[in-house]
């Protein structure tokens, strides 16, 4: 926009960079304080925590226990509770060799707004070097088809940075309603979750479960219903509504992407569903295209 207003491209480009730096500091200057306060009780708290929720949890096996139940309710309840255990356990599991995964990669980090600078700046000189390849009466619907796949992709990083933020936002609420200690730690800590498809909300949500129960069994409860709605809502309209418009698709399109991805290729099909499957559709219309021409 401000290189189509007459600013020169390098400008354009360090401008939009300077915008970004003073947005980032904003928020580091007002925000991370609270939340390194936050951080800086949690860590000391932890011990005194932990008790709590070891002597909380012996009563409620204690209740549980002396609790007349016919034997087969016990034994569903239990195998409920074990089949709970283990997919918090996978999940957790998925999540910390996602970060690890991360990890590696952080260093060549560093490298990202060097090499978004130079693309940013010679980018009509890349399209204009590999249109320049093709017969001029195809290099319209190339140029379209690049355009289409570059907007799903971006569509669906902006789209995931957006849910990523109301559900942060959303659980940091709930927890200062409800009166939980670290709202907005446990807040950062949802978003973050919402990075990683099926296994990233439950990992998410479990810090702000445990908070809950360290409070009483009532905040648990509520905590825990807040949670259900928050990621129901997600699942039934923010997921198929918010990335359904960034990549161009249906929200029924998402939903069988999704189901598609993970049945087929697991977490990696789960991550990449979306996409890909936006990718896959402007494929074909550009194959369409090419046939009907």
Same mark, same amino acid.
């Given at each position: 926009?401000?290189?189509?207003r007459?600013?020169?491209r390098v400008?354009?480009?360090?401008?939009?960079?300077?915008l970004?730096? @003073?947005a980032?500091?904003t928020?580091v200057?007002?925000?991370?304080?609270?939340f390194?306060?936050?951080l800086?009780?949690?860590?000391?708290?932890?011990? =005194?925590?932990?008790?709590v929720?070891?002597a909380?949890?012996?009563?409620?096996?204690?209740?549980?226990?002396?609790?007349?139940?016919? #034997?087969t309710?016990r034994e *569903?309840?239990?195998?409920?509770?074990?089949?709970? #255990?283990?997919?918090?356990?996978g999940?957790?599991?998925?999540?910390v060799?996602?970060?690890?995964g991360?990890?590696a990669?952080?260093?060549?980090?560093?490298?990202?707004?060097?090499?978004?600078f130079?693309m940013l700046k010679?980018? #009509?000189?890349? =399209?204009?070097?590999? @249109?320049? =390849?093709?017969?001029l009466?195809e290099?319209?619907?190339?140029?379209?088809?690049v355009?289409?796949?570059s907007?799903v992709?971006?569509g669906?990083?902006?789209g995931?940075v957006t849910?990523?933020?109301?559900?942060?936002a959303a659980?940091?609420?709930?927890?200062?309603?409800?009166?939980?200690?670290?709202a @907005?730690l446990l807040?950062?800590?949802?978003?973050?979750? #919402?990075?990683?498809?099926y296994?990233?909300?439950?990992?998410g949500?479990?810090?702000?479960a445990?908070?809950a129960?360290n409070?009483?069994t009532?905040?648990l409860?509520?905590m825990?219903?807040a949670?259900?709605?928050?990621?129901?809502?997600?699942q039934?309209?923010?997921?198929p509504?918010?990335?359904?418009d960034?990549v161009?698709?249906?929200?029924l399109?998402?939903?069988f992407?999704?189901?598609?991805?993970?049945?087929?290729f697991g977490?990696?099909g789960l @991550?990449l *569903?979306?996409?890909?499957?936006?990718?896959?559709?402007?494929?074909?219309r550009?194959?369409a295209?090419?046939?009907?021409?």
């Amino acid at each position: 926009m401000l290189h189509r207003r007459g600013l020169g491209r390098v400008w354009a480009i360090l401008v939009v960079y300077a915008l970004i730096g @003073l947005a980032a500091g904003t928020v580091v200057t007002l925000v991370l304080p609270s939340f390194l306060g936050e951080l800086a009780s949690l860590t000391d708290n932890i011990p =005194r925590y932990t008790r709590v929720l070891e002597a909380r949890w012996a009563a409620w096996h204690r209740s549980y226990a002396a609790y007349p139940l016919p #034997e087969t309710v016990r034994e *569903a309840i239990d195998q409920g509770i074990a089949g709970f #255990e283990a997919r918090s356990l996978g999940a957790v599991r998925g999540v910390v060799e996602g970060l690890l995964g991360v990890a590696a990669v952080a260093p060549f980090l560093v490298l990202v707004p060097f090499l978004a600078f130079y693309m940013l700046k010679d980018a #009509e000189l890349f =399209r204009r070097t590999l @249109l320049d =390849r093709l017969p001029l009466a195809e290099r319209p619907r190339w140029s379209q088809l690049v355009t289409d796949c570059s907007k799903v992709w971006s569509g669906f990083v902006r789209g995931q940075v957006t849910i990523a933020l109301i559900i942060g936002a959303a659980v940091a609420a709930a927890a200062a309603l409800i009166g939980l200690p670290f709202a @907005l730690l446990l807040g950062a800590m949802a978003g973050l979750g #919402e990075f990683v498809p099926y296994f990233g909300p439950v990992v998410g949500a479990i810090p702000a479960a445990l908070a809950a129960a360290n409070v009483s069994t009532t905040a648990l409860l509520q905590m825990l219903m807040a949670l259900i709605i928050i990621h129901q809502l997600e699942q039934a309209v923010l997921a198929p509504w918010i990335l359904g418009d960034g990549v161009g698709l249906h929200p029924l399109l998402i939903v069988f992407a999704l189901i598609l991805g993970g049945h087929l290729f697991g977490f990696a099909g789960l @991550l990449l *569903a979306v996409p890909v499957a936006g990718t896959l559709r402007a494929i074909w219309r550009f194959v369409a295209g090419h046939e009907a021409g």
